[in-house]
Structure formats: C-alpha cells, structure tokens
C-alpha cells in the first residue's frame, strides 16, 4: 500500500505550517527537540560528521540538521513524496514516490543518489522491478492498493537495501544497477490479522509492511514492520541470503528501527506515541510524541522523527536514555 503512512498523516501536514523551520531547542521529559518546522520527517539517518539527515516526506525534501545548533539546510528538494534516506560516505540516497501523471496508469518509485558535486541521480526504477518480478504474488495494478512504496533505505558498501512496504520484501540494487528481491516477508495471521484481507483472497491476512532497516553490530539486518497496521514485526535477516533468522511479533505497528553499537534495538511506534528499547532480553518503553524513522549516531545518541497528529509542524527529536520506563 503506497499510501499506508501517507494517508494517516497527511492532514497534519497543512500549507501552513511549512514554511520556516525552527533551530530552537527544549528540552522535555527527557526528550529534546533538535529542530522543527517539517512537514512529514519520516524518516532520519545520522551522516559520518554526526549531522542528521530527515526524509521530510510531505515537503519532498531531503533536510541536514546540525544537532548542537538545530540548523536546518535543504540537502536536495524531490518535488515528491520522499519518505526514506539513508546516507554512505558522502552520498546520500533517497526514494520518491510520485503520483500519476500524463495520463500514465501508475506512478513512479524510484531510488535516487544525490552527491555534492553531481546533483540528484536515478539509481534504479523499484515500480518497474515490482511489476516485472511481483514477489509477493500479490494482485498488481489495483488502484488504490498500489503496488511498490520504497519505504526504508539502507546504504552499505556496493549496494543499497531498499525496504518496500507495499511489495513487502527488502530489494538490494547494486552499484552495478544490478538488482535482486533480497528477502520477502511472511503475512501475519495472528490475533486482528486472522481475519484480515490487505489485498484480496489469494493473500488473506496481515501484509508484513516492512518499514525500516538497519545493520546491526552483528552483522545482521534489522527490519521493522507495520503489519497491516494490526500487528508489528521486527524481523532479523541475514544479510547477504536475505534469509529471516528470526522474528518478534505482537508490537503495536512499527515505522522504524535502530541498532546502537552495543546490539541494543530500538523500535518506533508512530501510532501509539511509543519507543521501545530492546537490550539482552529485556524490554523498556519511552513515551515519545508520534515517532517515526529512527537513528544511532556513533556515541549512542537515539533520534527519532516525530509527527504531530494535533496538527502542528514534524520535528526531530532526541530521546535520553531516562526517558525509558517499564512497560
């Protein structure tokens, strides 16, 4: 579904409330906020300097925030829906998403680089890789259930993992251009999702959603997941067969994922306000107001997109240890 998170959140991102970005910030209850002013900061990834880059998904824009000011510079402007970033060396990759237009029949998704000296580049076409190979076998060209939302990006080292939350699996794109389906994730048939039906009778139950992924310390990829907005996954994935070695469900849905150096996991839960902190088998929980994308910078410093439901600006936010309680 292109438009799972797009829709619950597009009517706090009013006209405006786009224009200014504040560099003030205040702290409060063990969360500061480092900047404001976005429209839809969907997801952030913290830069090799420490700075942060925000997806600021509803603008089309790809933001950099110095944490110690709150300064906020336009990185790139995609005059789309930009929900996902991630960021290796000096090159920033981002997705965009863009409605249909000129009479096409679909829209475009597609995964692109943006460096310094080379402006903005198309790196691969993820709809077209979608329609062509369909992994998850679902119905395609069904309207409104659309079918490739590149959701999450990691970049790593001659490849990028893009995590598409309506083709539901992860897709690796080489810097070859080469592209494969790296993993494909399982529908939900537990609890709300028995009875659930995201897209038609051949695929009956929750889809997985996957939202978010990170490289843990271990080697290992960590994904978030929506699960049809019933129930949330958080998958672990070998990283180079895309094979799922394991796999936690029952969170509420989820719409992004951390791992700090130390193995220590964190999830976002847009939809219930919450972080969660995962650490050798023990859980904890931080009230945090409508988090979305996730990030560790090298010191351990959580940051968290936030999206305000009560209609007022998206700020990025960083989150204390103190901050978290038992659940």
């Not at 404001?36 to 997806?55: C, E, K, N, Q, Y």
């Not at 790809?62 to 960021?87: K, L």
């Not at 994730?185 to 051949?202: E, H, I, K, L, Q």
């Amino acid at each position: 579904m292109r438009t799972f998170i797009r829709a619950a959140v597009v009517a706090v991102a009013v006209p405006g409330l786009l224009s200014g970005l504040s560099a003030t910030p205040a702290w409060a209850d063990d969360v500061r906020t480092v900047a404001t002013g976005f429209a839809g900061p969907l997801h952030v990834a913290v830069a090799p300097g420490g700075d942060v880059l925000v997806a600021d998904a509803f603008l089309g824009a790809i933001d950099r925030v110095h944490p110690s000011t709150g300064a906020v510079t336009e990185v790139t402007s995609a005059q789309a829906f930009t929900p996902g970033v991630d960021v290796l060396g000096g090159q920033v990759f981002f997705t965009k998403s863009e409605d249909p237009h000129d009479g096409a029949p679909d829209g475009t998704t597609t995964l692109w680089r943006w460096t310094a000296d080379g402006g903005a580049v198309q790196v691969a076409d993820l709809l077209a890789w979608e329609y062509a190979h369909n992994p998850d076998g679902q119905p395609q060209r069904t309207g409104e259930d659309a079918d490739s939302n590149p959701y999450g990006v990691l970049a790593l080292p001659g490849r990028v993992l893009v995590a598409d939350a309506a083709g539901n699996d992860i897709v690796e794109v080489r810097s070859n251009g080469a592209m494969r389906t790296l993993t494909r994730f399982p529908n939900s048939f537990v609890g709300d999702c028995a009875t659930a039906s995201n897209n038609g009778v051949p695929n009956a139950g929750c889809d997985p959603t996957p939202t978010d992924l990170k490289l843990g310390p271990d080697g290992f990829l960590y994904v978030s997941g929506l699960g049809g907005e019933a129930e949330g996954h958080i998958w672990k994935v070998n990283a180079t067969t895309g094979a799922i070695v394991e796999h936690h469900g029952g969170f509420p849905p989820l719409t992004g994922i951390a791992v700090a150096k130390d193995g220590t996991v964190y999830v976002a839960s847009l939809f219930t306000s919450q972080v969660f902190r995962l650490n050798h088998g023990s859980m904890s929980v931080a009230d945090v107001p409508g988090p979305s994308g996730l990030d560790t910078d090298r010191n351990g410093t959580l940051y968290a997109g936030s999206v305000d439901f009560e209609g007022g600006p998206g700020s990025l936010l960083s989150i204390a240890p103190a901050a978290f309680h038992a659940p």
